[in-house]
């Protein structure tokens, strides 16, 4: 039986053990762990799917307030190469466009190695500091199945670094009936 790899960073996000064929892998904080472990994941695991489970902050309370959602587009939040002509966001010398679409409907996600307490440049409705790394590490091995759930622990102000100690494992239970297990 292949297994399936559950990312994610931190594991009072997660403290719970999956069940097969689910593995919790644990990447880290930042998008380098998230790309290092991601990658070593997936030359172990050969996987089909590929998900991603963590908190995230809100940036569109009022329709991303709370609960858990299936996250629909990725994009990296933090790169920056606008004063040589390139949108913020967008990788220079790279073929990815700023935004992936992961083909459902839900909020936007934009992934930096910042913890957002105000708004940032490159504006979507929820934050994340690994997801933007783990779905381009999947894309780049060919995954087609990538899933991203994201459990709002913060409304990514002044508040969040509160906010999100108090809400980090709030959100794995609701992850788990997504699991069906």
């Not at 220079?92 to 679409?101: A, C, F, G, M």
């Not at 913890?115 to 933007?132: G, K, N």
């Not at 060919?142 to 002044?158: E, L, M, R, T, V």
Request: contains cysteine; glycine residues 8%; proline residues 6%.
């Amino acid at each position: 039986m292949k297994l399936t790899p559950v990312f994610v960073a931190l594991d009072e996000e997660l403290p719970v053990e999956l069940p097969e064929p689910y593995v919790k892998v644990i990447t880290g904080v930042g998008k380098v762990n998230a790309a290092m472990t991601t990658v070593a994941a997936l030359i172990k695991y050969q996987p089909d799917t590929v998900i991603n489970y963590g908190t995230a902050g809100t940036l569109n309370p009022e329709e991303y307030g709370a609960g858990l959602h299936r996250v629909s587009c990725v994009m990296q939040r933090d790169m920056d190469c606008t004063p040589i002509g390139y949108d913020i966001g967008k990788t220079p010398s790279d073929e990815e466009h700023v935004v992936i679409n992961l083909g459902v409907e839900g909020p936007s996600l934009s992934t930096g190695d910042n913890f957002v307490t105000s708004m940032p440049e490159l504006v979507s409705d929820l934050v994340d500091m690994e997801a933007y790394a783990i779905v381009k590490a999947a894309k780049q091995y060919g995954i087609k199945d990538i899933q991203i759930y994201k459990f709002i622990s913060d409304n990514a102000n002044g508040d969040a670094p509160a906010d999100w100690d108090e809400n980090v494992a709030k959100g794995y239970e609701l992850f788990m009936e997504k699991l069906s297990v």
